[in-house]
T-cell receptor, first 114, second 114 residues
Framework: AQSVTQPDIHITVSEGASLELRCNYS??????LFWYVQSPGQGLQLLLK??????LVQGIKGFEAEFKRSQSSFNLRKPSVHWSDAAEYFC????????????FGKGTKLSVIP | DAGITQSPRHKVTETGTPVTLRCHQT?????MYWYRQDPGHGLRLIHY???????DKGEVSDGYSVSRSKTEDFLLTLESATSSQTSVYFC?????????????FGQGTRLTVV
């Protein structure tokens, strides 16, 4: 069964600093990969997704993610964090091949110090 | 925002009582999902539907049932609520037009079982 690991439960960064959130997946083939963001009390919003092609994908709010097949990783990055980026971030996987299910990691909570 | 409405948004109920949560969509998407979100567990799939009257179990389906009598509505029922079902419940939809592209999430229902 596919699984998603987000090793960091909680990360704190200073405003203006760079950010990298880690995501590793376990699946035989190349799955479809997603990053979602959840602000407090809100639903989940899609930041970006990777299906195939260029391994560096750009998303909304200045986020990007890089797919590395050799490391089974899909890490999320942002060069300069804003206070409004404080939220919880979820990596998710879809196995493709006609599947319509998403498997989520446990999430990483981001705190931003002004 | 995707046209997804969850009701109620908040509910407190007593152990042993039945509870029904409703998800209504205006997007005419084929797939609908119910997830629960708990601290330290991320989002876990309870049940999903791939069409009217077509449903299937997810990862954590015990104690839950679902029904979909119309494309736009997906109901989640806790037949006899337990304290372990205290959680935030999210409905999601996806188009189901050939290949999974993304899922859109509702705002969530916070359920407390006392």
């Amino acid at each position: 069964a596919q699984s998603v690991t987000q090793p960091d439960i909680h990360i704190t960064v200073s405003e203006g600093a760079s950010l990298e959130l880690r995501c590793n997946y376990s699946y035989g083939a190349t799955p479809y990969l997603f990053w979602y963001v959840q602000s407090p009390g809100q639903g989940l919003q899609l930041l970006l997704k990777y299906f195939s092609g260029d391994t560096l994908v750009q998303g909304i709010k200045g986020f990007e993610a890089e797919f590395k097949r050799s490391q089974s990783s899909f890490n999320l990055r942002k060069p300069s964090v804003h206070w409004s980026d404080a939220a919880e971030y979820f990596c998710a996987v879809n196995s493709g091949a006609g599947s319509y299910q998403l498997t989520f990691g446990k999430g990483t909570k981001l705190s931003v110090i002004p | 925002d995707a046209g997804i409405t969850q009701s109620p948004r908040h509910k407190v109920t007593e152990t042993g009582t039945p509870v029904t949560l409703r998800c209504h969509q205006t997007e005419n998407h084929r797939y609908m999902y119910w997830y629960r979100q708990d601290p330290g567990h991320g989002l876990r799939l309870i049940h999903y539907s791939y069409g009217v009257k077509d449903t299937d179990k997810g990862e954590v389906s015990d104690g839950y049932s679902v029904s979909r009598s119309k494309t736009e509505d997906f109901l989640l029922t806790l037949e006899s609520a337990t304290s372990s079902q205290t959680s935030v419940y999210f409905c999601a939809i996806s188009a189901g037009t050939g290949t999974f592209t993304e899922a859109f999430f509702g705002q969530g229902t916070r359920l407390t079982v006392v």
